[in-house]
């Protein structure tokens, strides 16, 4: 005789519910908390290093939605590229990471940061100035970089905090 | 809360009148009208509240919790943006009745509310066939419903209509079975009287007529997992698919209406009303009303709709035989046991109850003929 057919599978059922109920709810109240994210994100914005940056074109050629605009000229005295215009669309960028795997001087970085959106799509467009690393103000994400992802703080996830409080 | 009882009789009989009153009867009557609807409608509100918190929290989420103090204040503000909504009439509609049903579902469930003992005869009126007029009313908001899924020229709502129609014809007997063995114990149609009997709740004499009552109730109130008048998943939103702003509203307050009402039903018939220790009487009477709630919200968050044909199945091969056998143990135990020692039917109607959910289990079939167990 199996009990579930008998009113045990809905009691099951039942008790699964109200442990759900004295448990940590798995969410989060956004604008006031604020969940650390992967180390790794592929954050909606990219951050570039423009000291390192050999104005070499090989992020723009990458991009698959070619929305990497690259203008560079050539600076004799110190026999290198000068960047003039560095500008990504990020409304178009479909976070593929393929710009930050070919640059073969390691100037760019997937952005840290997730919350970029905007009213306008003209608003997305990155500037060279907005996109800076030595600006401080934009963080890189550890995304190819694990370096970089060491010194992130490690991700929460909500699953632990439930597993801890039961 | 002190409700004095202006019954029938009063009505009839000048000299009981609260002549203390200015004005006379008439005033005393309508204060205490408003009161109760108000009661009721606050109620909802609460119920409201508290089933979206506690589904919210028994699903790994928070619920509402923006609006005031632990989003108290949420059912307020759902009814404002639902009272400032634009009121569509579609084109292909029967406006009369389309108009009318609303009305029609909610007239019923703020007349109940008149019978409901809330405190030891804190009632607008004491009906001798208190139980009677209830059973008889609660009904009426059936009419409601199918009008609004009639009239409203839509396949989704007729389809809901007639689901509900079905589902309250066939769920309305073991409801009234199961009654009926609770009033063998009371001996009074009477709701306060009912209340008044219970020395013993009656949910340990009537563990049975309590399951039935509760599972029917569920269903006729159209509540998971018998909510299928509203399935989403299949036929939208049901009955009020084409209803919109302030009608809309009326029928959102007609489901929690007759969820405040069922579990005060609940808590009168089977576990003792407004009895109980140290607290005030409608203090309890609330109190019990919100756990039977609890229960239902529970139940809410947990179970998977049925099918239309395994509601049917239910009421029919399970429900209606089980509710049967019920009122004839009743009777013969009312009968034979001598006064005072209804306390033998505790054990004995539990282990009856037992055996025959156990019994009946094993006879239920699910579609397609296949025999489960």
């Known amino acids: 005789m199996k009990f579930e057919r008998y009113g045990l599978g809905i009691a099951k059922g039942l008790s699964v519910t109200l442990k759900h109920m004295f448990r940590h709810p798995t969410v989060a109240q956004y604008p006031e908390q604020k969940l650390n994210t992967s180390r790794r994100i592929r954050g909606n914005e990219l951050v570039w290093d423009r000291q390192k940056c050999t104005g070499c074109g090989t992020c723009a050629k990458t991009c698959p939605q070619g929305v990497i605009k690259i203008v560079t000229s050539t600076n004799r005295v110190n026999n290198r590229y000068e960047v003039e215009k560095y500008q990504v669309d990020t409304g178009y960028c479909i976070q593929c990471g393929l710009c930050v795997e070919s640059c073969p001087y390691q100037t760019l970085f997937m952005g840290y940061a997730y919350e970029r959106a905007k009213y306008r799509r003209g608003e997305l467009v ?41 | 809360m ?16 609260a002549a203390d009153w200015p004005g006379g009867f008439w005033w005393h009557w309508v204060l205490f009208t408003i009161i109760v609807i108000a009661v009721v409608i606050v109620m909802v509100m609460g119920y409201i509240y508290m089933a979206r918190r506690q589904i919210g929290r028994m699903q790994s989420r928070v619920g509402p919790n923006r609006t005031g103090p632990f989003g108290l204040l949420q059912p307020i503000a759902d009814v404002l943006k639902v009272l400032l909504k634009e009121g569509i009439t579609p084109t292909n509609v029967d406006k009369t009745v389309y108009w009318l049903a609303p009305i029609v579902g909610l007239f019923p469930v703020f007349s109940i509310f008149a019978v409901m003992p809330f405190t030891n005869g804190g009632m607008l009126a004491n009906l001798n066939v208190g139980i009677l007029y209830v059973v008889a009313i609660s009904s009426i908001s059936t009419v409601g419903m199918f009008m609004a899924g009639w009239s409203s020229s839509n396949k989704f709502s007729l389809i809901s209509a007639m689901r509900v129609v079905a589902a309250v014809v066939s769920y309305e007997i073991p409801v009234l079975l199961s009654i009926a063995g609770v009033l063998l114990l009371s001996g009074s149609l009477s709701m306060n009287d009912i209340v008044l009997a219970q020395d013993i709740p009656f949910i340990l004499l009537q563990p049975l007529g309590f399951i039935v009552f509760f599972i029917a109730g569920l269903a006729e109130i159209s509540r998971s997992p018998f909510d299928l008048l509203e399935a989403d998943s299949e036929i939208v939103a049901g009955f009020h698919i084409e209803y919109s702003g302030i009608k809309f509203a009326l029928f959102y307050l007609v489901e929690y209406g007759e969820a405040f009402l069922l579990s005060c039903l609940i808590s009168t018939l089977f576990l003792g009303g407004w009895r109980g220790p140290w607290l005030p009487e409608w203090m309890w009477f609330i109190a019990k009303g919100v756990l039977v709630w609890f229960v239902m919200v529970w139940l809410w968050a947990t179970l998977p709709r049925v099918r239309i044909d395994q509601m049917m199945a239910l009421a029919w091969k399970f429900l209606l035989p ?4 019920n009122l004839v143990v009743t009777a013969i135990q009312v009968l034979t046991l001598p006064e005072g020692s209804l306390w033998v039917m505790i054990p004995v109607n539990f282990v009856i109850t037992a055996v025959l959910i156990l019994l009946w289990s094993k006879n239920s079939k699910l579609g397609w003929g296949r025999v489960e167990v």
């Open chain 2, 2 to 17: 002190i409700i004095t009882s202006p019954s029938v009789n009063s009505l009839l009989n000048p000299q009981t009148l």
């Open chain 2, 322 to 325: 089980l509710a049967l056998i």
């Open chain 1, 126 to 166: 990155q500037n060279m100035e907005d996109m800076m690393l030595e600006s401080g103000k934009k963080q890189p994400s550890g995304y190819f970089y694990p370096e970089i992802a060491q010194e992130l703080p490690r991700q929460t996830l909500l699953v632990e905090r439930i597993t801890e409080e039961e």
